[in-house]
């Protein structure tokens, strides 16, 4: 079993930043690919970024703003969030999975945060 843990969210103005993190407790944290996501309000859950043993990839909705990483030695990973923009507004979640043939596939992932809440005033 995998427990996951966001935390950094909150409100912030447009254009501000965030660091969103996710802490990661039971099996082994390298096994796992990690992603975020986020559901904003009356819309589905959609992808944001994620990280795999040794790549990255972004949504390009949000490529050039926000960047995935992970920290091997802490078993966490985060989330940067520049230049935010009101329609970033939503609960990001973070996932892992093991075997994650999508990345941006929410079905692939095997465990879930509870999420945080983030808000971008305009």
């Known amino acids: 079993q995998v427990q996951l843990v966001e935390s950094g969210g909150g409100l912030v103005q447009a254009g501000g930043s965030l660091r969103l993190s996710c802490a990661t407790s039971g099996r082994t944290f390298s096994a796992y690919a990690m992603g975020w996501f986020r559901q904003a309000p009356g819309k589905e859950r959609e992808f944001v970024a994620a990280?795999?043993?040794?790549?990255?990839t972004h949504a390009d909705s949000v490529k050039g703003r926000f960047t995935i990483s992970r920290d091997t030695a802490k078993n966490m990973v985060f989330l940067q969030m520049n230049s935010l923009k009101p329609e970033d507004t939503a609960v990001y979640f973070c996932?892992?999975?093991?075997?994650?043939?999508?990345?941006?596939?929410?079905?692939?992932?095997?465990?879930w945060g509870q999420g945080t809440q983030v808000t971008v005033s305009s």
């Open positions: 996932a892992a999975g093991v075997s994650v043939r999508a990345l941006s596939n929410d079905r692939w992932y095997d465990y």
């Open positions: 990280a795999t043993w040794g790549s990255t």
